[in-house]
């Protein structure tokens, strides 16, 4: 695709329940990234992929926030028994990967997570 | 770990004037990238700008510029002749060159505002 999109553009749910996040990188990038953007701050890394494994998942919170990249292509970020303190904005990018150091990121749009 | 600084939460500029945010970093590192992302209200990052640590000349897109500082560990941004459309958050943004994780760690950011 021309960007990076994610679905849905806002979410509300109810605490405890389950939510799914999805990134859709640009067609040919092969690293992706989720960053968590709270309120006032700038963004937070949460989780890299190259390819379909997960490269580096040391920003992950805790054990509720899981992440998969089967196919190497579209991301699901995956957030269970949601907490207020989860609300924010989820931001997905992805880069080429050239010589063994990724390129620029590009940011899709977030997904606006609410927590009631 | 590394770190990003912006001091100036809010800097605000007349239509056409010239404006520099500041950014300053903490790293052991050698070398390293830096980027300026500007986050207009659409929440999508948009990249301004980037300079690798090892080129001594300072990179120049358009309207904007960057004072790259390695000694003092800064990395400010200059817009000129400033337009309305500028008017976002920027964030400063660090990343390294090797070890295997590619995140971005960015500051806390500035809000810019254009003044007709």
């Known amino acids: 695709g021309a960007g990076v999109s994610q679905t849905p553009s806002n979410k509300v749910t109810e605490k405890g329940k389950y939510v799914e996040l999805r990134c859709d990188p640009i067609?040919?990038?092969?690293?992706l990234y989720w960053y968590r953007q709270s309120l006032g701050q700038g963004p937070e890394f949460l989780i890299y992929?190259?390819?379909?494994?997960?490269?580096?998942d040391s920003g992950l919170p805790n054990d509720r926030f899981f992440a998969v990249r089967p196919e190497g292509s579209v991301s699901t970020l995956k957030i269970q028994r949601t907490e207020r303190g989860d609300s924010a904005v989820y931001l997905c990018?992805?880069?080429?990967?050239?010589?063994?150091?990724?390129?620029?990121?590009?940011f899709g749009p977030g997904t606006r997570l609410t927590v009631l | 770990a590394q770190t990003v600084t912006q001091s100036q939460p809010e800097m605000s500029v007349q239509e056409a004037e010239t404006v520099t945010l500041s950014c300053t970093y903490d790293?052991?590192?050698?070398?390293?990238?830096l980027f300026w992302y500007k986050q207009p209200p659409s929440r999508q990052m948009i990249l301004v700008i980037r300079?690798?640590?090892?080129?001594?000349q300072n990179a120049t897109e358009n309207r904007f510029s960057v004072n790259f500082q390695k000694a003092a560990k800064s990395f400010s941004l200059k817009i000129s002749d400033s337009q309305l459309g500028d008017a976002a958050m920027y964030f400063c943004?660090?990343?390294?060159?090797?070890?295997?994780?590619?995140?971005?760690?960015f500051g806390k950011g500035t809000k810019l505002t254009v003044n007709p």
């Open positions: 992929f190259q390819g379909t494994g997960a490269a580096d």
């Open positions: 990018a992805s880069s080429l990967w050239a010589g063994g150091s990724a390129d620029t990121q590009y």
């Open positions: 300079q690798e640590a090892y080129k001594q």
């Open positions: 067609s040919g990038h092969t690293a």
């Open positions: 790293t052991s590192e050698s070398d390293y990238y």
């Open positions: 943004a660090y990343r390294r060159t090797q070890g295997g994780s590619e995140k971005l760690v």
